[in-house]
């Protein structure tokens, strides 16, 4: 599971076991603001990140591409397909491209170094004076900027051998499937070094969990990245999510491949609203707004 969509789900839970000892029930509805800004922003608290994880990265906006001299490794043999030239110009085009882009990556055996951005932002509203100072001081340490960087060899982290390079990729652990039918609209723009620019609207989509599995999900951004997966979160014995009704206005991913083919930054933007019921000691109700973003750079030795 990708980390931000982990850290969605732990906050909810979080927020169920705090607000419960202020004795709010389900009668009262808490409001979750979750905004995820661009992810060249910096500021707020990195305590959450994974203990792989760091925060000495700089951010992605000084995350430019590497330059030519670091990129100059032809992709391995998966890759000599890829055009230097062409710009895919229809939906299907364009998904096609990003899926055999994405895909290549997961199949690449050279060396590849991954810097990667998550922002998730939170606000708590609509709560009594005393529970907002108080909760607001809690959550604020579940904002701000995660940064990391990983260097992978034939698929593996360098420095953990258990790390995979497929993990890492969104949609994590699977190949890309974007489909056509899922986009509402997709254009391509050349750029200098003889690779291009897509972007890539998605259309809107709704996903249902009962409290052990989700009834409905949204196909098509999972053919492209991880929307939250209430499902695969074990909150264990004491803390549970009884439902949720999750709607994703429609995701936009940007994609930029290089001259040799390859896949070189990805920036993902994925709202979500949505409500939902949990249980600590006592039922509270949930509501939230907002969006899970994510940033990444590869540059090739």
Do not use: C
Not at 128 to 139: D, Q
């Amino acid at each position: 599971m990708k980390q931000e969509t982990k850290l969605v789900a732990i906050i909810l839970a979080a927020l169920i076991v705090f607000l419960s000892g202020f004795g709010l029930g389900a009668t009262r509805g808490i409001t979750i603001k979750v905004e995820g800004g661009a992810a060249v922003q910096t500021g707020g608290t990195q305590t959450v990140a994974p203990a792989e994880q760091t925060t000495t990265a700089p951010p992605a906006a000084e995350q430019t591409t590497a330059p030519a001299a670091e990129q100059t490794t032809a992709p391995a043999a998966d890759n000599s397909g890829a055009s230097s030239t062409s710009v895919p110009s229809t939906k299907a085009e364009i998904a096609a491209a990003y899926n055999k882009a994405i895909n290549d990556l997961r199949a690449y055996q050279g060396k590849v170094t991954m810097k990667k951005s998550d922002d998730v932002k939170i606000e708590v509203t609509d709560l009594p004076a005393l529970a907002a100072t108080a909760i607001n001081a809690v959550v604020k340490n579940f904002t701000g900027v995660t940064t990391s960087e990983y260097t992978f060899e034939n698929g593996v982290d360098v420095n953990d051998p258990n790390r995979k390079l497929v993990e890492k990729i969104i949609p994590w652990n699977r190949d890309a499937n974007v489909q056509e039918a899922g986009l509402v609209s997709a254009s391509a723009t050349p750029n200098a070094d003889g690779g291009y620019t897509m972007t890539m609207t998605f259309v809107a989509e709704d996903s249902k969990f009962d409290g052990t599995k989700n009834t409905s999900e949204p196909t098509y951004h999972m053919g492209a990245m991880d929307p939250l997966n209430l499902a695969s979160i074990d909150l264990g014995d004491v803390v549970s999510i009884t439902s949720a009704d999750l709607h994703y206005p429609g995701a936009t991913l940007t994609a930029t491949v290089d001259g040799q083919g390859r896949i070189v930054k990805i920036d993902n933007k994925l709202p979500l609203e949505g409500s939902g019921s949990g249980k600590a000691v006592i039922s509270l109700t949930i509501n939230m707004k907002g969006s899970m973003d994510s940033a990444y750079e590869l540059i090739y030795a």
